[in-house]
């Protein structure tokens, strides 16, 4: 898929679950397991991927271009050879760059609407 084609903004708002794997894929590569790990402790304990959501999650997110399979793998030794890595594309990049915006200026309206900030 040719990134330069695609708007990011057509995948905005992403799912929650969509926002939560992109956001766990920014700091770096990441396999599945880990995935659920990050999202759980970032989350701490409030949003839980259970593994049939966050594999056809994946599934998806590689069919629209925005996350690929990483043929970089750790160590032998630190790694098992079953685990799948995954990293975002650059449409993923900005993809997650254009929710992230957009959650922002919701907490913007949300603040000035109830008198927290000042405009």
């Not at 057509?10 to 969509?18: A, Q």
């Not at 995935?35 to 629209?64: C, D, F, H």
């Not at 399979?69 to 760059?97: C, H, I, M, N, Q």
């Not at 949300?110 to 000042?118: D, E, N, P, Y």
Request: charged share 30%; net charge neutral.
């Amino acid at each position: 898929m040719d990134m330069t084609a695609v708007d990011p903004k057509r995948f905005i708002p992403l799912k929650s679950h969509w926002f939560h794997i992109l956001l766990s894929l920014a700091g770096g590569e990441q396999h599945g397991y880990g995935i659920m790990q990050e999202v759980l402790n970032r989350t701490t304990g409030k949003v839980r991927l259970w593994p049939a959501t966050l594999y056809g999650s994946i599934k998806r997110l590689i069919e629209a271009d925005l996350i690929q399979e990483s043929d970089e793998r750790p160590a032998p030794e630190l790694d098992d050879a079953r685990r799948r890595y995954y990293r975002l594309t650059p449409l993923g990049g900005l993809v997650l760059d254009a929710e992230c915006e957009r959650l922002q200026e919701l907490v913007r309206t949300i603040r000035v609407k109830q008198g927290m900030v000042t405009e």
